[in-house]
């Protein structure tokens, strides 16, 4: 099992800057391919960003949103910037042994974090 634990979250008006963190337990962590989430209130749950050597986007937040990972750590970040109100969501930490399914089925999830951006 892995256990994934979100923080970072909070209120920020537009244009503002939030990082996200997420720290991992339970398992080796530097081989696992690690991805975030987000969820709108009334809209299904979206692919963000994933990681593990290479990266990969969503067209709505590349440019604007960065992610990293410190195996050292067992820790992964989601830098968000110049964000909008569209960006208003819960973002959730996910993991998964293999990169196959990270952007889409990762087989574990963290409990998520509120962000909100104010116009």
């Known amino acids: 099992q892995v256990q994934l634990v979100e923080s970072g979250g909070g209120l920020v008006q537009v244009g503002g800057s939030l990082r996200l963190s997420c720290t991992a337990s339970g398992r080796t962590f530097t081989n696992y391919a690690m991805g975030w989430f987000r969820q709108a209130p009334g809209k299904e749950r979206e692919f963000v960003a994933a990681?593990?050597?290479?990266?990969v986007y969503a067209n709505s937040v590349k440019g604007r949103f960065t992610i990293s990972r410190d195996n050292a750590k067992n820790s992964v970040y989601l830098q968000m910037n110049n964000l909008k109100p569209e960006d208003t969501a819960i973002y959730y930490c996910?993991?998964?042994?293999?990169?196959?399914?990270?952007?889409?089925?990762?087989?574990?999830w963290g409990q998520g974090t509120q962000v909100t951006v104010s116009s």
């Open positions: 990681i593990r050597g290479i990266t």
């Open positions: 996910a993991a998964n042994p293999t990169w196959a399914y990270i952007t889409s089925s990762p087989s574990y």
